[in-house]
């Protein structure tokens, strides 16, 4: 049961993420966002740990210390930021965040959306994908132009919606 109750969700968040992609012009990336999810590696760990209200990645940290779903994932998703990290330039060598490609920015955009409306059902609002990045905004190793552009998408959903906001996108952004 938990295995199908995984699938529906994370079918569900991909058809979100595929909605929010084509209706800027990501045609290619809304059809193949996440299938890295309907992998073996990363589905068993989603039907082990699946609660419906969270990442069943985050229940595998607390229980092993990691995520082998999360390590595989990001490894293979360029919307992800973590798939970005890399040295830094000298001086300063430390991993850091590379300055992502605007569509995979935008994917980005799209995946934070779809997550909040999952996990949050009906207390979704169009602000809470900026509260959601708030919080974590100062502990993000995202380049600083890659955070600029997430930043603005998403306080411009908060303020204008979702038609306005992918209205702006499409034409401002990917310039389509």
Not at 59 to 73: M, P, Q, T, V
Not at 119 to 129: R, T
Request: glycine share 8%.
């Amino acid at each position: 049961m938990k295995a199908w109750k995984h699938f529906c969700t994370i079918t569900y968040h991909k058809s979100l993420v595929a909605k929010g992609c084509f209706a800027v012009g990501l045609y290619w990336q809304g059809i193949m966002h996440d299938m890295s999810k309907y992998s073996w590696t990363e589905f068993r760990v989603g039907a082990k740990y699946f609660q419906g209200t969270r990442s069943p990645n985050n229940a595998e940290k607390e229980d092993i210390g990691y995520s082998s779903a999360w390590l595989h994932h990001k490894g293979r998703n360029k919307h992800h930021l973590e798939y970005w990290l890399d040295y830094g330039f000298p001086p300063d060598k430390r991993i850091t965040g590379m300055r992502m490609p605007e569509k995979y920015v935008v994917e980005m955009f799209m995946d934070r959306i779809a997550a909040c409306k999952v996990y949050m059902g009906d207390g979704y609002h169009d602000n809470a994908p900026y509260e959601y990045y708030e919080r974590g905004k100062d502990i993000t190793p995202l380049h600083e132009e890659t955070r600029e552009l997430l930043s603005r998408m998403l306080k411009m959903l908060g303020e204008k919606g979702e038609k306005e906001t992918f209205a702006y996108v499409k034409k401002e952004v990917l310039h389509r």
